[in-house]
């Protein structure tokens, strides 16, 4: 019985760690879906080309692309920044005063419900083996599997963004000019509800909801930006 608690614990929070990183991709890709198609139905209102719609779309995938990138790294930095600063300050503390240190983590210890000895001796023992580390883990939370990668967030928000983008941007290039508003907003809705219902359905909650909300945003941003379009493509 309590083995497969573990294992039902075990397999959850490798789930937890798969939502975030799917939630991540997933708004990364909702992004890139509305504003690609949103910009696509605009300028094609407005009369432009074919050529002009297409050139603008694989514009739009760039800069969103690239603005994702620069957004996620520096949110990232920034927090790495600021861990690197609360490690350092422990790492000063741990130096000043010991004992002290050493009375905070077995008061944490005594809270999570270790009675005073054993926790008191658990706490001499974590810090023996590494002082930095117990304090980092237990007091800020802060763990190398959660380190912050500024780098490696840029990267994957700014190919979730690119992913979601080149669904219209194909549309876009494949479809009769005619028909490029039309076909563009309807399979961009369809790619909306799909990816809103998988990351509902990811998160746990319901799928229907989550679909009918992704849409119903995308919808409203592509109509406002076709109505925007047009108007401009009735001036002289
Ligand atoms: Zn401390």
């Known amino acids: 019985m309590a083995m497969m608690r573990i294992r039902r614990r075990h397999r959850e929070r490798h789930?937890?760690?798969?939502?975030?990183?799917?939630?991540?991709?997933?708004?990364?890709?909702?992004?890139?879906?509305?504003?690609?198609?949103?910009?696509?139905?605009?300028?094609?209102?407005?009369?432009?080309?074919?050529?002009?719609?297409?050139?603008?779309?694989?514009?739009?995938?760039?800069?969103g692309a690239m603005s994702m990138a620069a957004g996620e790294y520096v949110s990232v930095h920034s927090q790495a920044d600021t861990e690197h600063a609360d490690l350092e300050r422990e790492r000063r503390e741990l130096s000043t005063d010991l004992q002290g240190e050493r009375n905070e983590l077995t008061?944490?210890?005594?809270?999570?419900?270790?009675?005073q000895a054993l926790a008191r001796q658990v706490a001499d023992q974590l810090?023996?083996?590494?002082?930095?580390?117990?304090h980092a883990r237990d007091e800020l939370g802060i763990t190398e599997a959660a380190r912050p990668r500024p780098i490696q967030a840029a990267l994957a928000s700014a190919t979730s963004f690119a992913?979601?983008?080149?669904?219209?941007?194909?549309?876009?290039?494949?479809?009769?000019?005619?028909y490029v508003i039309p076909l563009v907003c309807a399979t961009s809705l369809v790619f909306l509800a799909v990816l809103g219902g998988v990351a509902a359905r990811a998160g746990g909650a319901p799928i229907a909801r989550g679909a009918l909300r992704v849409t119903f945003w995308g919808a409203l941003a592509m109509a406002v930006t076709a109505g925007i379009g047009a108007l401009f493509g009735t001036i002289p």
Do not use: F, K, Q
């Not at 937890?16 to 890709?29: D, E, F, Q």
């Not at 008061?107 to 009675?115: H, M, P, Q, S, W």
């Open 15 to 63: 789930r937890t760690n798969r939502i975030g990183w799917l939630r991540a991709a997933v708004l990364g890709a909702d992004d890139g879906i509305v504003s690609t198609a949103s910009l696509v139905a605009g300028v094609a209102a407005a009369n432009a080309t074919h050529e002009d719609v297409i050139a603008a779309a694989v514009a739009a995938l760039v800069a």
């Open 107 to 115: 008061a944490i210890y005594v809270r999570r419900g270790l009675d």
């Open 127 to 134: 810090m023996a083996h590494d002082a930095l580390g117990a």
């Open 163 to 178: 992913c979601g983008a080149a669904l219209p941007l194909i549309v876009t290039a494949l479809a009769p000019t005619r």
